[in-house]
């Protein structure tokens, strides 16, 4: 299983961003799909993430409202569309796969991670 994140880069807050993570190596369909991110000095923290049985969707609360998940099985790829971006979105953004994922919060799999910054 291989996950290929895209899409970061430098913006100012209030821009938006689409990362993607391509997917290869697996049934895409049936994965649970998260988004996570780990900015300097802190954790990894969850931010999204959609289940494989019913797309039902779940989101961190310093997200709601302005990030949105997505898939696209027929693509093996999920999205993450970011509006609104303020500057403590700033991060490394990495997707996350598990086979058959019963929840939005454990994984197996990880791409490498995309770089989001996002200027005040």
């Known amino acids: 299983v291989q996950l290929q994140a895209s899409g970061g880069g430098l913006v100012q807050a209030g821009d938006f961003l689409r990362l993607s993570c391509a997917a290869s190596?697996?049934?895409?369909?049936?994965?649970?799909i998260g988004w996570f991110r780990q900015a300097p000095g802190k954790a990894r923290e969850f931010i999204a993430g959609?289940?494989?049985?019913?797309?039902?969707?779940r989101y961190a609360e310093p997200v709601k409202g302005r990030f949105a998940i997505s898939r696209d099985n027929a693509k093996n790829t999920a999205y993450l569309r970011m509006n609104s971006l303020k500057p403590e979105d700033t991060a490394v953004y990495y997707c996350?796969?598990?086979?058959?994922?019963?929840?939005?919060?454990?994984?197996?799999?990880w791409g490498q991670g995309t770089q989001v910054t996002v200027s005040s």
């Open positions: 996350a796969a598990q086979y058959y994922g019963p929840t939005w919060y454990e994984y197996d799999y």
């Open positions: 190596g697996l049934t895409f369909s049936k994965y649970t």
């Open positions: 959609i289940l494989w049985r019913d797309d039902s969707i």
